[in-house]
């Protein structure tokens, strides 16, 4: 079993339309919480429709 308590997710209204600026892998984002484990931090930037 998987265990992830700090996964975030982010909801976007419909049509919303956004392009990926950055993925960063292994970023350590979650040490702070106590979650030693590989993260990913994707940077998302809106863009016109």
């Known amino acids: 079993m998987i265990e992830n308590d700090i996964e975030q997710e982010v909801v976007f209204r419909p049509g919303q339309k956004?392009?990926?600026v950055e993925i960063?892998?292994?970023a350590?984002?979650?040490a702070h919480a106590g979650y030693e484990g590989?993260?990913?931090v994707v940077v998302l930037e809106s863009v016109e429709g």
């Open 24 to 26: 960063v892998d292994d």
């Open 38 to 40: 590989p993260s990913r």
């Open 18 to 20: 956004f392009r990926v």
């Open 28 to 30: 350590n984002v979650g």
